[in-house]
């Protein structure tokens, strides 16, 4: 009499349902969770998530548990503790690192720590960057990692908003793409490390606010989202030394409405892979690479807080974007984090003071 | 490298896990509701949920739609859309009931609807039983229902909060179990059908705010539990013509901490199968009957708000509670409903203004 329920959970934007919709299922794997930001997997099957807050979970057998020994944060507007990544070698040296802003309201920054993992503890927790000099306020901090194969690390920094002029300056650490080795150090092959009065670490320029870097180790390319304002939100694929536009091109316009550039693209700026029109505000971002969706493959998924939704960026073999595919509406939550486990389920951290960790598998 | 994960999702209240944990999983199945408060298993495998302003939602293959043709319900503080529940023969006539507070703030009361569905509309709407005469305020209205065997419907009214000395008046309609045919009317062999002055639909009495209401087809019992005050909720058995004692035999305390009676039981007043000092709130029960968890057969699963879990009560062979454990508190959200559906998994409706609508199954 009762049959069996199929739930696809996939929302087309279109009408028609594509041959790429595979049947999903959404499993809470945590509840209860304080604005998560940021997921980790770790090679014993357990799970890492940061909250906004401050505290770093690990959730193991169904049970969360606090790791203790993380850095103070500034919890503060949209600042707080961002992302948690492992050390490509994690398995052998137990590291890892961790995002977040620190200092007080009228001088902070984004800083980057690194931490050996032991049970449920951290050790020799170590700030191995910042980004300097301090900014004022409470907003727009970027705050995404991702390592590189090279194994040097990218870092996203905000604009801090007041202060978008600033992405266009070398000796800013605002509104960048930030590459570092493993111990925080400046690579010798970065863009500016030799140019005078330049901040050695910065690999790309021009960003606003970029809550979303994801590596694609096929198409070797390094993917980054970012929040515009109003109706300019972008995805870039960030070249070393790549200048991204904000604020002198943008699509979007002030919150007032106003206009803040006339150009939408300028000669020697490079223009956004996806301009979201309006804004679907976008945070976490991962390269499909995965055996369960393989309908999914080299594609990317980006969070979005305002419209509620992952936005699956179809790509063809050739890296072109061919469509746009709205997944996993019917959850109506803002989803902070996006990633890909090890078995190819794609994981959600939704973005709520009762925020959940979800497992989306193969219906 | 990446294990498989097994997340149990049971606290016990001891320590040592007993052997009736089953490894669960919680899926889900729609969000975004708005305070749902109940749930019902169509044939075809659709499946109804109200939320408490006043809309009744479909879920079929992955996707909500809205039922047309509820009536206004009154949604103020603890009123609105209440419950849900198909006639025995859904199948056959296609008859659904809602119960739900209707009027205004000043003159209220719970109404139970009868329908039709035809795909996603009421048609035929009609009230058949309202619990008259009116109150005034919005809390608690009671409102789950129950078919029993005999093709009867059981539904629970509150006490209204300031009237609380209703609940032992046979001429008032507030703080009971009522009965009706599937019509509406008196059954001839209610307890006061025949009684001057009493209201024939009034099954049992002395209740406060009874949120949860299940029939047990093999030990042909009706149990509910109710809201007590500040840490008295009840299970009970529910018998014919039986005074459940409040407000004269309570084990809680008025909110300011005074006492509401020197009595915990009293004689020719039926004491309560469990109490809960501290409260736990209440609302949803479902009896356990089914394949998928034959380690809860034949238990209590209650639905707890306050507490933020299912309280599984464990019943002996002879209907004896031998122990309670807490179920799926790691999912840390407030738990309006709980059903059991046709398959065995277990259904919860979460009480926030971004419900969800969670399946829990077999790992």
Same mark, same amino acid.
Do not use: C
């Given at each position: ?29 945590? &509840? ?36 203790? =020994? ?32 620190? &200092? #007080? ?6 800083? /980057? ?18 980004? +300097?000099? #301090?900014?004022? !306020?409470?907003?727009?901090?970027? =705050? ?22 600033? %992405? @266009? ?43 979303? $870097?994801?590596? +694609?180790? /096929?198409? @070797? ?9 109003? !109706? &300019?939100?972008? /995805? ?5 030394? =790549?200048?991204?536009?904000?604020? /002198?091109?943008?699509? &979007? ?17 490079? +223009?956004?892979?996806?301009?979201? *029109?309006?804004?679907? %505000? ?16 080299? +594609?990317?998924? %980006?969070?979005?807080? *305002? ?15 061919? =469509? @746009? ?7 109506? %939550? ?13 994981? $959600? ?11 989306? #598998?193969?219906?």
């Amino acid at each position: 009499m009762f049959r069996t329920l199929i739930f696809a959970f996939a929302l087309l934007l279109g009408s028609a349902a594509p041959a790429n919709t595979p049947p999903t299922k959404i499993t809470v794997m945590a &509840g209860g969770l304080n604005h998560p930001w940021s997921i980790a997997f770790l090679p014993d099957g357990g799970v890492l998530v940061t909250e906004r807050a401050g505290t770093l979970k690990l959730l193991h057998n169904g049970q969360l548990r606090t790791v203790r =020994g993380v850095p103070r944060v500034l919890a503060t507007g949209q600042g707080g503790l961002f992302d948690v990544v492992l050390h490509p070698q994690f398995a052998a040296n137990g590291l890892l690192y961790l995002s977040y802003a620190a &200092g #007080s309201f009228k001088a902070n920054a984004t800083y /980057v720590a690194r931490a050996r993992l032991v049970s449920d503890q951290l050790r020799d927790v170590q700030v191995i960057w910042k980004a +300097d000099p #301090s900014k004022r !306020g409470g907003v727009h901090f970027g =705050g995404r990692m991702a390592f590189l194969p090279d194994g040097t690390l990218a870092i996203t920094t905000g604009d801090g908003f007041d202060y978008r002029e600033h %992405a @266009q300056k070398l000796d800013s650490p605002l509104g960048k793409v930030m590459r570092i080795t493993d111990a925080g150090k400046t690579p010798a092959d970065n863009p500016f490390a030799s140019q005078p009065g330049a901040i050695g670490s910065i690999w790309s320029f021009g960003h606003r606010n970029p809550q979303g $870097l994801a590596f +694609d180790p /096929v198409r @070797q390319r390094l993917f980054a989202h970012e929040h515009g304002p109003r !109706g &300019g939100d972008e /995805v870039n694929i960030i070249t070393r030394g =790549g200048n991204f536009g904000w604020p /002198v091109a943008t699509h &979007g316009r002030d919150y007032s409405g106003a206009t803040i550039s006339p150009f939408k693209t300028y000669p020697g700026m490079i +223009d956004a892979l996806v301009v979201w *029109v309006p804004s679907i %505000a976008p945070s976490g971002l991962a390269v499909y690479r995965g055996r369960m969706f393989p309908e999914w493959e080299g +594609d990317l998924l %980006a969070g979005a807080l *305002v419209d509620k939704e992952v936005r699956r960026i179809d790509l063809d073999e050739a890296g072109k974007v061919i =469509g @746009q595919q709205s997944l996993f509406k019917n959850l109506n %939550a803002r989803i902070r984090d996006v990633r890909v486990a090890p078995d190819g389920a794609v994981w $959600l951290a939704t973005d709520s003071e009762q925020g959940q960790l979800l497992r989306v #598998s193969r219906q």
